[in-house]
Structures are given as C-alpha cells and as structure tokens.
C-alpha cells in the first residue's frame, strides 16, 4: 500500500480502537529498542558531574521542598533571576528537574539517565510519526529516521549538560503535538493543546508547535481548499490558544517581554540570516564522506541539493508529498524561530535535526521503493545509487558517534570540575565565618579539538559556585565572586570565595 507518511490511515485508527493492549505490546519493543540505542551511543555521559554553568543554578531554583516551592515552579523566573544573559520562564523544565531531584538529590547519574530516557522517547516518537501515526509496526522509513536522530551529533552538545534538557522537552512535546492531533473525536483537538502549552512551557522555541500543527492539518488531503482550511483553523485554534496562554503567564511572571532585550524586525531578520549556515552546517554534520573530496563549504551545497532533489521526488508522490512538505516547514520553522534568539548555540539545532531525520528516513523508503517496485534501470540505477549514498552519510555519523570515536572533552571538563569542587568543598569546611577563600583554577571553558562536533564545554563559572554551595552548605551563609571588580568584604557570618577561572 502506498500510504503517506505521517498522514491518517483511518483503517489503522479503527484497528487502534480495537487492540490497544496489542498496540502498546507492540510500542515496548521498539521503545526499549531505542532506549538500549541511546545507552549505548551515550552511556559514557552517565558517570558526569553537574556540567555547565546553569546546571547547579537550575537544581537550586526547582527543587521542590514545601508547597511555596512548588507554587514557585510556575510563578518564578528561570534560575530564580540568576542567569546573566536575559529573563526566561521556563516551569516545565523547572518541574522535570524538580522531579529528578526528589528522586536523587544531587547525584548526578539520575539526571543524565533522564536525558538519555528523553532523547530515546523523542527518537521512537519520531519512528512512529516517519512510519504514520496509526501504522501498527514501525515501518523502514521509521528505523531509519530514528536512528538518524539518535546518532546525531547535536546529542553531544545537550546530554552532558541538564540545563539544555529544555530543547529536548521541547522535541518531546512537539512530537506529541503532531502525533495526537491524527487522534479522533476530542482527543484529537484538546491533546494537541496541552502539549503545545508543555512545549511552550519547556522552552520559548515550543511556540512552534501550533504552527507545526496548522501546517499538519493545511496539507491534509481529500478535501476542498476551503473546507481545510476551516477545519485547519478549527483544530489549531485551542493549541493557539494554549500558546497565548503560556505567553501572558510569561509576561506576568517577567514583568514584560524577557528574553535577551528588545528585538527589532529588522534585527530579527538580520540574525536568522546570520546563523542559517551554521544551522545548515551542524544539521548536517558531520559527513566526511563529501568533506575528504570536496572543498567544505561545496560538500555542504552538495548536501543541501541532495535533499531538495530526492524531497522533490517525494512531491511526485501525492500520498508522500505533505509529509515531505510538512518536514520542510519544520526545518524552516526549527531554524527561524531562533532568529529570536539573538545567540546561536549548537544545541538549537535538535529542532532542525529532528525533520531532517523524517527526511533521511522516507529517502531510505523511497530508494528502496525504486529498486523494489520497478524493473526499468533508469529507475533502478539512481534509487541504488541514492541509496548507497544515504546509508554512507548513515555509517559516517554512526562512525563519529562516542562508542567509535573518542571525544575527551566532557571527561578531561567532568575531571576537572570534580577536583576543583573537592579542595573548594573542603575549604569551606574548615573555613570559619567571616573569611575570604581563594578558589584558583575555575575550569570555565575548555578548548575544542578542531573538527570536533562538541562545540562548547562550559563547566562552572561564579554564579555556578554559589549555587553549589547553596546546595552542599545550606546551613551556611556563602558568597561566590570573581576578583574583578573587587568585591565587597564578608559579613561576620558569611565566608566569601573568590574564584579565579583557569588559564
């Protein structure tokens, strides 16, 4: 059967109805599939400390251990007003780690498994939703798509450190988005809004989400233009709704818009112009497959044209060709929402890497559509050669993926971070009140070996320091500050530590 990816199958709803339980036993195994995958790509990201200058900031702010606590979670800035680089309200995130630390404190294994388990339901989503929603089992396009996602090396750059779980929330939810609006009745309308108010909720780039599914409901087919775009608009208007829900609690919460500072149109355009060769580069990272012959920037064009040809091909098909138009909106919304943003990171890129997956997937489908389903060798030939060409872009990320190849620099940071944390800890043990602590060697930010896909390992900075020691000390009063400027004396009954970053 030639059925569109990612688009209602009826039949396959009404076979839903009738054997969830099948269903679920069906679901489990592909699910734990990818989560032994994820475990074993990243399971040396388990053994971490708390890495990166947020991470101790956000486990302070959303730890849950009286009811105003829990209150704060949805009524309190992101790291409670902390974070020096603008004003966010994220209570999704807040709660998730608020979750992790109830269930282990400050040990930090807990919260990297989370990350893992995380990434791992994103990817099997992503099967399901390459595979068609309502198919019972996952299809060639689905295992493809979810390895593709899950191999990719943007997950270098977000599970080492907690506080970029909010993209992978983020991933999560929009997920849910698009696969529960092909749900029948109610469900179909009003799960889509609760989870696109999670994805807000998660982060400020989830507001792609109703977008996401307008575009779904736009390219559904067998319809009159008008009555789509009726029924389109009836769909995605609660999740509509959720979105400007989330939008004026942000603004209550912030006092105003947040974020890293007024933003103009012409700014905004100006820098989502700026970072789409960046977010073109680490979408497609890394394939040395094209860069050992061809000049970097020409083996990126080559990349990008080999896409737009075989999604052209998917357009031939009209059962294929909204899945295809739908992955290309989600490229273009994944990278213009950061245009926002006024920053470029590379964990950002999840949004983008995530559609791009759905494309590689139904490209592996339709390569072996070619080679199966037509006995011309015009045909067949480019479908093998497609084909043989995908599964090396495939071998080559898998080949530059941590089990293969060896990246040392979250291990030489997470070394570091221990050692310094260690002497810190027992100086102010045995610091009295009133006194001032020299802490020399704050690993701050760690070099980058050259054509590494890990971009920025960032481990601790000042504020990073003090909420630590709010946390390991709280029955103590501790002020963390850099040297310059010089900062104010103790209190009697504070001890101050100035920390140095290392040369």
């Known amino acids: 059967m030639d059925r569109q990816p990612g688009i209602r199958d009826r039949t396959g709803a009404d076979r839903l109805a009738g054997g969830r339980a099948g269903f679920l036993l069906l679901c489990s195994a ?42 704060g979670t949805f009524t309190e800035e ?21 979750l992790d630390h109830a269930l282990h404190g400050l040990t930090a294994r807990g919260y990297h498994l989370t990350d893992l388990l995380l990434a791992a339901v994103c990817a099997f989503l992503l ?22 996602f899950l191999s990719h090396p943007v997950h270098l750059n977000i599970l080492p450190v907690l506080a970029r779980r909010a993209d992978t929330l983020v991933l999560l939810f929009v997920l849910l988005v698009l696969l529960s609006s092909e749900l029948g009745g109610r469900k ?21 989400a109703p977008f996401l599914l307008l575009a779904a409901r736009l390219l559904s087919p067998g319809e009159s233009n008008l009555a789509r775009i009726r029924k389109a608009a009836g769909a995605a208007l609660p999740s509509f709704g959720a979105l400007l829900l989330f939008l004026l609690a942000r603004h209550a919460v912030l006092g105003g ?32 497959l094209f860069e050992r012959v061809l000049p970097t920037p020409v083996a990126r064009v080559s990349l990008l044209l080999l896409f737009v040809v075989l999604s052209l091909v998917l357009l031939r098909r009209p059962r294929a060709r909204a899945a295809a138009i739908l992955a290309w909106v989600w490229l273009l919304l994944g990278w213009g929402v950061h245009g926002f943003s006024q920053a470029l ?18 490209f592996i489908d339709e ?104 946390l390991v000390f709280p029955e103590r009063r501790i002020r963390a500050a850099y040297p310059d400027p010089p900062p104010t004396p103790p209190a009697p009954d504070e001890v101050l530590v100035v920390v140095r970053p290392a040369r």
């Open 345 to 362: 990171f590379p964990w950002y890129v999840l949004h983008t890497a995530a559609p791009f997956a759905l494309l590689f997937g139904w």
């Open 188 to 208: 179909g309308i009003w799960l889509p809004a609760i989870f696109s108010l999670l994805a807000a909720g998660s982060k400020e780039s989830g507001a792609i």
């Open 367 to 470: 390569a072996v559509r070619g080679v199966r389903g037509m006995g011309r060798a015009a045909v067949k030939i480019p479908a093998v050669a497609a084909g043989v060409l995908l599964l090396s872009l495939l071998a080559a990320q898998i080949r530059n993926a941590p089990p293969f190849e060896r990246r040392p620099e979250w291990s030489e940071a997470n070394a570091k971070t221990l050692r310094f944390l260690a002497a810190l800890e027992k100086k102010i043990r045995n610091a009295p009140e009133g006194s001032i602590i020299e802490a020399a060697d704050l690993p701050f930010l760690f070099p980058i070996r050259p054509g590494s896909p890990i971009a920025y390992v960032a481990p601790l900075t000042d504020y990073s320091v003090q909420a630590w020691a709010e």
């Open 257 to 288: 818009a947040g974020g890293r500072g007024p933003l103009a149109p012409g700014d905004f355009l100006a820098h989502a112009a700026s970072i789409l060769p960046a977010f073109q580069r680490m979408t497609y990272y890394p394939y040395p």
């Open 30 to 71: 592909p699910l734990l599939a990818s989560a032994a995958l994820a475990l074993f790509f990243y399971r040396e990201f388990l053994p971490l400390s708390f890495l990166g200058h947020d991470t101790y900031p956000l486990v302070l702010a959303s730890r849950v251990r009286d009811f105003s606590d829990f209150g």
């Open 78 to 98: 992101m790291l409670d007003g902390r974070f020096t680089g603008g004003h966010f309200y994220r209570p999704v995130l807040n709660l998730s780690v608020a």
């Open 127 to 148: 099967a399901r939703l390459a595979s068609g929603p309502c198919a019972r089992r996952l299809s060639l396009a689905g295992v493809f798509a979810g390895l593709f």
